[in-house]
T-cell receptor, first 116, second 112 residues
């Protein structure tokens, strides 16, 4: 079965520090990849997505992610975090199987706390 | 508001009661998904529809759970004979084919 693994359960950083959150998935076929953010008390919001093309994807709020097919990874990065980035971050995979397999499979999430 | 709408936002029910949640997706989206999220975990897939057809159901969806999307627009998720283990946030999302998924704010269910 397909699965998504996020390496860190809780990350604590100071403002202006650089961020990298790891995400690995297990599936050998073609995938679409996503990062979602959930601010406290709010719903899931899309940060960025990769379908095809340039493996370096830029998203909202200065986030970017790199798809490395050989490593089955899609790590999220931000050069300089802000206190307002405090949230939970979820990596998700959508497996392409023709017209089937439309569901998103989520990782367990990484809680990011940014200290002012 | 053109986002995904879920009602109610909160539901407290006694064990053994039935509950029903509603999701109104973005109008032009043909796919609708239900997920369940518990504290500290990522959303777990329950079921999804393409138009009115229910294409996949997770093994997490026991016989007590049923979902419908009668006219390919809104959807309902019913839980019969609720148990304390059903307490969770129930999320709905919609998408257009394989595009980006838009999530609703969820319905938080507490079974007492």
């Amino acid at each position: 079965a397909q699965s998504v693994s996020q390496h860190n359960h809780h990350v604590i950083l100071s403002e202006a520090a650089s961020l990298e959150l790891g995400c690995n998935y297990s599936y050998g076929g073609t995938v679409n990849l996503f990062w979602y953010v959930q601010y406290p008390g709010q719903h899931l919001q899309l940060l960025l997505k990769y379908f095809s093309g340039d493996p370096l994807v830029k998203g909202i709020k200065g986030f970017e992610a790199e798809f490395i097919k050989s490593k089955f990874s899609f790590n999220l990065r931000k050069p300089s975090v802000q206190w307002s980035d405090t949230a939970e971050y979820f990596c998700a995979v959508n497996v392409r199987l023709g017209n089937q397999g439309g569901k998103l499979i989520f990782g367990q999430g990484t809680e990011l706390s940014v200290k002012p | 508001d053109t986002g995904v709408s879920q009602n109610p936002r909160h539901k407290i029910t006694k064990r053994g009661q039935n509950v029903t949640f509603r999701c109104d997706p973005i109008s032009e989206h043909n796919r609708l998904y239900w997920y369940r999220q518990t504290l500290g975990q990522g959303p777990e897939f329950l079921t999804y529809f393409q138009n009115e057809a229910q294409l996949e159901k997770s093994r997490l969806l026991s016989d007590r759970f049923s979902a419908e999307r009668p006219k390919g627009s809104f959807s309902t998720l019913e839980i019969q004979r609720t148990e304390q283990g059903d307490s969770a946030m129930y999320l709905c999302a919609s998408s257009l084919d394989r595009g980006g998924y838009t999530f609703g704010s969820g319905t938080r269910l507490t079974v007492v």
